[in-house]
């Protein structure tokens, strides 16, 4: 039982460390072009 005192506070930390992550992925600007990268793969753009 002691071992939550521990576990609770690191649980915490890691939950909010993704969020804030998640946060400055919006912020940056990863989630802005959705339908370029799905077509994109359609594209041969390969220069021989």
């Known amino acids: 039982m002691t071992v939550l005192i521990y576990l609770i506070p ?17 912020k940056s600007g990863q989630y802005e072009d959705l339908e370029g990268a799905a077509n994109r793969i359609l594209f041969d753009d390969e220069d021989k």
């Open 10 to 26: 690191i649980a915490l930390f890691l939950g909010g460390l993704g969020l804030a992550a998640f946060i400055w992925s919006l």
